[in-house]
């Protein structure tokens, strides 16, 4: 069975598959879930949502698998929302999304009219949960003055970054924390530290630091295009990390580890 975190009642399984730019999408999400995926992360933005479902519909495990897609910066003004997630479930060919997040706030849009947009979408049946991507400390608080029906917080979260403040945020207010670029985009190969208690317990650099991760309760969704390594970032479950070995990995983070660039996300026309 599949781990998964519980926010609000709502099941998220711990390990999913990033789907942003990956090559021959169907095909990977089909056989993610062959080998035991049960969450698949898409975005409008993606351009793959069409494939992305078709690979859910080959898998003959539609009703197993969670799959998240975003909204839009561009797509938040109510309207817009509801279009958006109706072009969505077109291009997913799903009768429902299971989560919705907002990829990224966009300030141009007042928050309450985005999310009472997604909860409207949610009581009519189009999606089972919402949530949001690339919140802050202070954007959480906003939308937990506005809701409390938010599950989750897709964040950058990987051992070189430093998101303790956040993730204690998303606790605070009861939500998941959803990790991208869980393998630091692939620069977590050949670190001393990682690689070392790697061999230690004959498991990758990258293995340590999405073990690392969900040995917090966080929610892990690397993205590959190489079927081994599919394999690879699933098999998290048959080791654990002691508490000193967790303290060393922190000890990588800082406030500079950021990969996604952020300074482009208030510009939105
Ligand atoms: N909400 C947002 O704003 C946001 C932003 C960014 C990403 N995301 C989501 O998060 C997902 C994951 O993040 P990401 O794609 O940025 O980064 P990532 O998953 O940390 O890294 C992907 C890169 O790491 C390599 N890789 C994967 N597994 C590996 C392994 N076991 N050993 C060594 N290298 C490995 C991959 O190369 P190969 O293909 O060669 O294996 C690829 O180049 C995305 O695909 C997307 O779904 C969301």
Same mark, same amino acid.
């Given at each position: 069975?599949?781990?998964?975190?519980?926010?609000?009642?709502?099941?998220?399984?711990?390990?999913?598959?990033?789907?942003?730019?990956?090559?021959?999408? #169907?095909?990977?999400?089909?056989?993610?879930?062959?080998?035991?995926?049960?969450?698949?992360?898409?975005?409008?933005?993606?351009? =793959?949502?069409?494939?992305?479902?078709?690979?859910?519909?080959?898998?003959?495990?539609?009703?197993?698998?969670?799959?998240?897609?975003?909204?839009?910066?561009?797509?938040? %003004?109510? &309207?817009?929302?509801?279009?958006?997630?109706?072009?969505?479930? %077109?291009?997913?060919?799903?009768?429902?999304?299971?989560?919705?997040?907002?990829?990224?706030?966009?300030?141009?849009?007042?928050? *309450?009219?985005?999310?009472?947009?997604?909860?409207?979408?949610?009581?009519?049946?189009?999606?089972?949960?919402?949530?949001?991507?690339?919140?802050?400390v202070?954007?959480?608080?906003?939308?937990?003055?506005?809701?409390?029906?938010?599950?989750?917080?897709?964040i950058?979260c990987?051992p070189?970054l430093n998101q303790d403040k956040v993730i204690a945020a998303c606790k605070k &207010?009861?939500? #998941?924390v959803?990790?991208?670029?869980?393998?630091?985009?692939?620069?977590?190969?050949? =670190?001393?530290?990682?690689?070392?208690?790697?061999?230690? &317990?004959?498991?990758?650099?990258?293995?340590?630091?999405?073990?690392?991760?969900?040995?917090q309760?966080i929610?892990?969704?690397?993205?590959?295009?190489?079927?081994?390594?599919?394999?690879? =970032?699933?098999?998290?479950?048959?080791? *654990?990390?002691?508490? %000193?070995?967790m303290q060393?990995?922190h000890r990588?983070s800082g406030s500079?580890g950021?990969?996604?660039?952020?300074?482009?996300?208030? =510009?939105?026309?």
């Open positions: 069975m599949m781990q998964t975190v519980d926010p609000k009642g709502f099941k998220i399984p711990i390990v999913g598959l990033g789907t942003w730019s990956l090559r021959n999408v #169907a095909r990977m999400v089909e056989q993610a879930i062959r080998i035991g995926y049960r969450h698949i992360d898409t975005a409008q933005m993606y351009g =793959n949502e069409k494939e992305v479902g078709e690979g859910v519909r080959a898998s003959g495990k539609r009703a197993e698998v969670l799959v998240t897609t975003k909204v839009q910066p561009t797509n938040l %003004a109510p &309207h817009d929302l509801e279009r958006s997630v109706k072009e969505s479930l %077109a291009h997913l060919r799903f009768d429902v999304i299971d989560l919705l997040l907002i990829h990224w706030p966009n300030p141009r849009v007042p928050l *309450a009219e985005t999310l009472g947009a997604m909860l409207k979408m949610k009581k009519a049946g189009y999606v089972r949960a919402i949530g949001v991507s690339n919140f802050t202070a954007l959480l608080d906003e939308t937990a003055k506005i809701t409390t029906e938010a599950v989750c917080n897709q950058e990987h070189f &207010h009861g939500m #998941a959803v990790a991208y670029s869980p393998v630091a985009r692939g620069s977590v190969p050949g =670190n001393e530290t990682l690689e070392r208690i790697g061999k230690a &317990h004959g498991k990758s650099a990258a293995q340590i630091s999405l073990r690392y991760l969900v040995q309760g929610v892990v969704i690397p993205r590959t295009n190489k079927l081994e390594r599919l394999e690879e =970032n699933f098999a998290l479950f048959d080791f *654990a990390l002691s508490d %000193a070995e060393e990995i990588l500079k950021r990969l996604v660039d952020w300074s482009w996300s208030p =510009n939105w026309d």
